[in-house]
């Protein structure tokens, strides 16, 4: 045993979420007797999650409802059999799970605007899915937070825990909100929320711009398994764990006098409490116990603590003073017989990863110190970035006019990595702005409120596949800083807008661009390319193109009925709808007169007789080869060489920088693929396609304009040529692969009839600016026949880059979507290895496919992976995309998985890496704060022993 004269040493518990279950896991029993005049619930909001019906609980009176008011997401389950019986009651047999979003909440209301509350959300697993999802090994996690903050992570290591997380905090609006964030380490769900009001008075650590995270509250004198004391002994329904030192080191000593605090006191621990506590059981004057803080090393947390003292023995004083790792914290502690009393410090503890509290008699006493409960708080500040209140409004009410069905509950834009579904925000201030709103095929019907007027900072609205009508609203034109409006209508073959002449303002077209162009019946378009800002099109709308080719939005099915989108700036926007449509009756009538504009402001239609090839009509700006010229300061700067010849770096008036695409006279590829290669890049949308800006066709010159890629290709950045995140990272190069794939996929699937790029290789994907992947070089794709996806053209030619070359393809010379796809599963090898497509080594050549198929026969992937990304990569996110590479490059093309599976897979893989690297993160902070996986050992208690 411990030798005499040691202090008497008590580990309370550590702050480890291993170790907050541990306590509750000795939670057995919750019986709490009901007395008859129960302190007012009023202000309480009890949600029994996943409920099927509104009741009250048998044990503490208290009522509690179903969530469905207070979410619009998420599936409701029961806990399997076996796992009714929680000690947290009823409550726990039922549950929301959010499978289906990322950030999933609930809207506590109505509660009141700066009043202080309590907020507890409690979990119980219970096998709710039948995975058995849940064990030490492989914990269940995700966050909470409230409001813009964050809470806790959830930590779930056992299917039969009930683990519930507390915070304490001001109510900055009518109502308080708790999102469920899925960190790709399992499905969030939910078992109850409870929400308590608490006095001003209380908590004083608790304001606007501090919250506080319950640690610990404990109840000392009752044993383990005796009850929680919870409402209505507590009426802020705080939960009292019983606790009392193992191995007898503690005498519990009760009274049955009550011990009442005053209604303005701080902390009001409930009489109950105070009836009890424990004194040591040895004869020592001193009293030391200790914890470590799971917080420590987090970020800078204060430590908030609460020891709370009554004396219970008649006719005695006992006097204590208080130290705090070494120093004194609190002097003279001594208990008034039978009244509450509690130490409070003003200030928090500052952070420490250990705390070491020792109760030590002072001279006016012998006696052994008491202690009667505690609570422990860790002190966080309130986020103050919020959404501006008119966005958070605006958006509220046009989710409620369009009965918007996602999860838009909480602030719009805050916390800023989890912003509703659908919103992209500006954080240069505070508050935040809403900058883009897509709204696509969210069913929203009736007519376009003008309430979408009201975002004053918003740039691009998407509101294509819905089935609104009627007019655009003016104020929406008239947006400062609107770019992009995408709009669709179902079924309304009429144009969409009804303006009358007096609204025409002809100056608008006299300093820009304006190009209009017309078929017979299917289509029109207004461009203002000067300052990027207007572009007006629809089309796909079957009752106007009959027999049309079109393209579907971006990664959409194609839709059964209309869909006209309409990509407008919001300056004049409308009028030049107007004059669109006027002038369009006017050419109608002249034939085709363009005397009114400059020459090259009207673009006749490509094929306007060919309906059924072309229902689209070329709508980009058309470049004289003088406006090439000038726009790339002569020919001066060369990009590199393409499939069709040279391609210039340029700049358009507005400072808009270009690439120009020439078409050499020698070039293979003549007048033929050109013609396709402006088809099929005006009629596709994507934001993984490298957009068209326009053409220049003069005679023998011709050339294509478009935006220009300042990042390079992909190729320049896994050489080294340009050294980026995709050089090094692992996540990076998955993320690039993805949107490339994309575009592949939408050129697949989205397009009717389908398009196969045919030159699939890494020197094609260009990275815009923020390095998002641009598939380019569409010159040679063909179209090909959707009805019969398996059979194959027959091409003359094959045409290829060697390396990517499909094999099939080239002994057969038949082509199908497939060969893209083997393509990129070369691609997807040179993300590993880093290698070139054709691997030379001393002794020969061989193409990088075989090279990683001899080596991988070795049985080592670490020996093929590039060393650029020797930072670190999880290994099987490797191994599942290397797999999928070795699928996509097989010599059959029946077994080569389709581009969207391709997609599929990436993002699984890029899931596994980025779990893995949040671990990495998880293992560096714990390291960071303690020594050991020791600290997470259930606590050892070492007899006091009397000195
Ligand atoms: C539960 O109560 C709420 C509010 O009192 C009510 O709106 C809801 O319909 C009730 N649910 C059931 C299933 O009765
Ligand atoms: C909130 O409390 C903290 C700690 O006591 C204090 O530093 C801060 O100034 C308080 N904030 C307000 C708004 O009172
Ligand atoms: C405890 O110790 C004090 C002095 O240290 C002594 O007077 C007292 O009798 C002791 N009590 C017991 C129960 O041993
Ligand atoms: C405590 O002291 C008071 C007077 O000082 C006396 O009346 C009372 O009986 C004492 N109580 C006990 C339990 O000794
Ligand atoms: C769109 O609205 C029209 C007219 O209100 C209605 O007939 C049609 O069913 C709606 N379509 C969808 C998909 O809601």
């Not at 929680?86 to 979003?101: C, D, H, I, K, V």
């Not at 700066?114 to 999802?133: A, E, P, V």
Request: hydrophobic share 35%.
């Amino acid at each position: 045993m411990h030798s005499m004269g040691s202090n008497a040493r008590i580990f309370f518990l550590f702050y480890s979420p291993k170790m907050l279950f541990w306590l509750f896991l000795l939670l057995e029993i919750i019986a709490i007797a009901k007395v008859h005049s129960q302190p007012s619930t009023q202000g309480f909001i009890s949600i029994d999650c996943g409920s099927s019906t509104n009741y009250t609980d048998a044990t503490t009176g208290i009522p509690y409802v179903t969530d469905d008011l207070f979410t619009d997401d998420g599936v409701n389950f029961h806990v399997a059999a076996g796992y009714g019986s929680s000690p947290l009651g009823e409550q726990m047999t039922t549950l929301r799970s959010f499978p289906n979003a990322i950030r999933s909440c609930y809207a506590l209301k109505p509660v009141i605007k700066s009043g202080k509350y309590l907020l507890r959300g409690t979990f119980m697993y219970g096998n709710y899915d039948g995975q058995n999802r849940v064990n030490t090994e492989n914990p269940l996690q995700f966050d909470l937070y409230f409001d813009a903050n964050f809470w806790q992570t959830v930590y779930i290591t056992d299917p039969s825990y009930t683990v519930w997380y507390e915070v304490l905090a001001v109510a900055t609006a009518e109502s308080v909100s708790v999102c469920l964030v899925n960190t790709g380490t399992g499905t969030p769900f939910i078992s109850m929320l409870e929400f308590r009001p608490l006095p001003d008075v209380m908590y004083p650590a608790v304001n606007t711009t501090q919250y506080l995270i319950t640690c610990l509250r404990l109840n000392i004198g009752p044993s383990s398994d005796s009850a929680y004391v919870r409402y209505p002994q507590d009426p802020y329904d705080r939960l009292w764990k019983p606790w009392t030192a193992p191995d007898d080191a503690l005498t519990e000593i009760t009274t049955d006098v009550s011990i009442v605090s005053s209604t303005d006191d701080y902390f009001q621990p409930p009489s109950i409490v105070m009836q009890s506590a424990g004194i040591l059981s040895y004869n020592s004057t001193v009293m030391e116990f200790s914890w470590y803080s799971y917080y420590f090393g987090l970020g800078v947390r204060n430590e908030y603590v609460n020891f709370f003292f009554s004396e219970l023995m008649p006719n005695v004083t006992r006097s204590f003073n208080i130290y705090l790792n070494d120093g004194l914290w609190y002097s003279n502690c001594t208990p008034p017989y039978l009244s509450p009393y509690y130490t409070h410090h003003t200030g928090p503890n500052a952070p420490s990863e250990e705390y070491n509290w020792v109760f030590n008699s002072s001279g006016l006493s012998n006696l052994p110190p008491i202690i009667n409960a505690e609570e422990v708080y860790t002190a966080i500040q309130v986020n103050p970035l919020v959404t501006d209140s008119d966005d958070a409004y605006v958006i509220n009410a046009i989710k409620e006019l369009y009965l918007v069905k996602r999860s838009w509950i909480g602030d719009p834009c805050v916390p800023q990595q989890y912003p509703w579904d659908g919103l992209n925000c500006s954080y240069g201030t505070n508050p935040a702005r809403i900058t883009s709103i897509n709204l696509s095929s969210s069913a929203l019907a009736g007519s376009l409120s003008t309430s979408f007027a009201m975002f004053a900072a918003i740039k691009c609205l998407d509101l294509s596949y819905n089935n609104l009508t009627g007019p655009i609203p003016d104020a929406l034109g008239a947006l400062p800083s609107l770019q992009i409006l995408q709009q669709s209508y179902w079924n309304n073959s009429e144009f969409p807008f009804s303006k009358t002449k007096s609204d025409v303002q002809i100056d608008y077209i006299n300093d820009s661009y304006l190009y209009l162009i017309h078929t017979t019946s299917c289509y029109y378009s207004v461009k203002n390319y000067a300052n990027k800002k207007l572009m007006l099109s629809y089309g796909g709308n079957p009752n106007l193109c009959p027999g049309g080719t079109s393209c579907g939005g971006e990664t959409k099915k194609k839709h059964s009925g209309v869909a006209i989108i309409v990509i407008i700036c919001a300056a004049s926007m409308v009028l030049l709808i107007v004059v669109t449509f006027i002038v369009w009756s006017v050419i109608k009538k002249r034939g085709s007169s363009r005397t009114t504009y400059p020459e090259q402001n009207v673009v006749q239609p490509m094929k306007e007789n060919n309906a059924q090839e072309n229902c689209l009509p070329i709508e980009n700006r058309v470049f004289t080869y003088k406006e090439l010229e000038i726009m790339t300061n002569n020919f001066r700067k060369q990009l590199g060489k393409g499939g069709f010849g040279p391609v210039f770096h340029g700049n358009l008036q507005n400072n808009v920088q270009v690439a120009v695409k020439m078409l050499s006279q020698s070039s293979s590829q003549g007048k033929k693929e050109f013609h396709a290669e402006v088809e099929n890049l005006t009629r596709i949308h994507h934001k993984n396609l490298v957009p068209l800006i326009g053409y220049c066709m003069e005679g023998d010159d011709l050339a294509l304009v478009y935006e220009y890629m300042p990042q390079g290709t992909l190729q320049d950045h896994l050489t080294g040529k340009i050294h980026s995140d995709v050089t090094d990272s692992w996540a990076q190069r998955l993320k690039i692969t993805i949107g490339a794939a994309q575009g592949l996929e939408y050129l697949h699937s989205a397009c009717d009839p389908p398009l196969i790029h045919r030159d699939v290789k890494s020197s094609n994907i260009l990275l815009s600016a923020s390095l998002e992947a641009k598939v380019a070089d569409f010159g040679l794709s063909k179209s090909f026949d959707m009805d019969n996806r398996t059979h194959i053209s027959n091409v003359s030619a094959v045409v290829g880059t060697p390396g990517y070359l499909d094999p099939e393809y080239y002994s057969s010379h038949r082509l199908s979507d497939k060969s893209d796809v083997y393509g990129f599963g070369v691609i997807i090898l040179e993300l590993v290895t880093g290698q070139l497509p054709v691997v030379r080594s001393m002794k020969d050549i061989i193409n990088l496919v075989e090279w990683v198929f001899q080596r991988l026969a070795g049985g080592d992937i670490e020996n093929i992976v590039d060393r650029n990304l020797r930072m670190g990569y999880d290994i099987n996110s490797i191994w599942k995309a290397v797999d999928l590479a070795m699928r996509c490059t097989e010599l059959n093309h029946h077994q080569r998985p389709t581009m969207a599976h391709v997609v599929k897979e990436l993002n699984e893989s890029l899931e596994l890496e980025c779990a893995y690297s949040k671990g990495i993160t998880a293992r560096r902070k714990q390291t960071g704060t303690t020594s050991g996986a020791l600290r997470v050992e259930p606590p050892q208690f070492i007899p006091p022993v009397a000195r």
